[in-house]
């Protein structure tokens, strides 16, 4: 069964930076897309950014410019560098990979990490 582990949350400033890491169980990245995902209780999952085998990458609106996705496929990692983070941010953010070329999950969902942004 493939396993997330996302890492690097925690709390900061309005402002400020994290970078997420999420560390995959085995070869799985490969031929597939990397997304991350976040959630704030009450609401739905929300797919914040997402990468391609090929490196193309995609975000959504809230966080075009602030964010940045990247991923190594041969080290079966996934980052997620966010900046100028603001309260809105919060969320337990969570990676997975996702079936090209629609996207669909399958995969069970890790933990999360959590990320607090407030002064």
């Known amino acids: 069964q493939v396993q997330f582990v996302e890492s690097g949350g925690g709390l900061v400033q309005p402002g400020g930076s994290l970078r997420l890491s999420c560390a995959a169980s085995g070869n799985v990245f490969r031929g597939y897309i990397v997304g991350w995902y976040r959630q704030v209780p009450g609401n739905e999952r929300e797919l914040v950014a997402r990468v391609s085998s090929s490196g193309t990458t995609r975000y959504a609106d809230s966080v075009k410019g602030r964010f940045t996705i990247s991923r190594d496929t041969a080290k079966n990692t996934a980052y997620l560098q966010m900046s100028s983070l603001k309260p809105e941010d919060t969320a337990v953010y969570y990676c997975?990979?996702?079936?090209?070329?629609?996207?669909?999950?399958?995969?069970?969902w890790g933990q999360g990490t959590q990320v607090t942004v407030s002064s």
């Open positions: 997975t990979r996702l079936i090209p070329p629609l996207g669909a999950v399958v995969d069970s």
